[in-house]
């Protein structure tokens, strides 16, 4: 069985719990994903299986397509909800007008600093994991592309937004230099990626649905390769 599988991930699984589920319920040995999602972010996850699994690299390097929710006056060292609190800012006298003039400033080409909270490498190690030993160590700005960035909604302390971006933009990081921007911190508070590249959530299944699903169903809905 060889092909691509669009997976709608629930929140609290890894992108690795619903690789493991896909490889002992349908017994197939080669199965992967293109774009790790933190567990906390739901939405599509590209789930490669047999000869496709060598594609991962093809499709690491698509754009994204998030709806994001940022929450206004608390900064947090991860930022995100799941983070330790380092700092509490006065919202109240923000105007809409500011927000929006803030937003506009990080569209296009930015240099991002990626979060202490991340799986890239310092020294052989996972910031992550340097992280939870209380470390924060010195990392390169990354170029990244922020093509689209509309605002859907602002019922301050919360704004709903979309975005489309380059690969290996962090949205927890665009959220936290929003909030340092508008001087009262800020966090990403709900994520969810809605496509990756060509694939969308039109072409997903649910986790429910592969639960039911047997081994020629799951074919079945395989984009070919």
């Known amino acids: 069985m060889d092909g691509i599988l669009i997976v709608d991930k629930p929140k609290g699984m ?12 349908f017994g197939i040995k080669k199965v992967g994903h293109a774009g790790t999602l933190d567990p906390a972010v739901t939405g599509v996850l590209i789930i490669l299986i047999g000869r496709a699994t060598k594609l991962s690299a093809q499709f690491v390097n698509d754009d994204k397509e998030y709806e994001a929710t ?16 380092l700092f509490e800012g006065d919202y109240n006298k923000i105007t809409e007008g500011q927000i929006r003039d803030v937003f506009e400033s990080f569209k296009g080409r930015l240099e991002q600093v990626p979060p202490m909270v991340s799986a890239l490498r310092f020294e052989g190690k996972r910031l992550y994991e340097l992280a939870r030993q209380g470390r924060e160590v010195p990392r390169k700005p990354r170029t990244i592309h922020i093509k689209e960035l509309k605002i859907k909604n602002i019922k301050i302390p919360h704004i709903d937004f979309s975005v489309v ?4 933009t962090y949205i927890r990081k665009l959220c936290d230099d ?15 990626r809605l496509r990756s590249g060509e694939f969308s959530l039109k072409r997903s299944v649910t986790m429910e649905g ?6 020629g169903e799951l074919e079945k809905h395989l984009v070919n390769i």
Not at 14 to 25: E, L, M, P
Request: glycine share 16%.
């Open 178 to 192: 929003i909030g340092d921007n508008l001087g009262c911190g800020g966090h990403l508070y709900y994520l969810r």
């Open 14 to 25: 890894t992108s690795h719990d619903v690789v493991d589920f896909i490889r002992k319920k």
């Open 165 to 168: 971006c380059s690969k290996g």
């Open 70 to 85: 940022l929450a206004l006056g608390i900064k947090t060292d991860s930022g995100d909800a799941e983070g330790k609190i």
């Open 210 to 215: 592969l639960e039911s699903f047997s081994k």
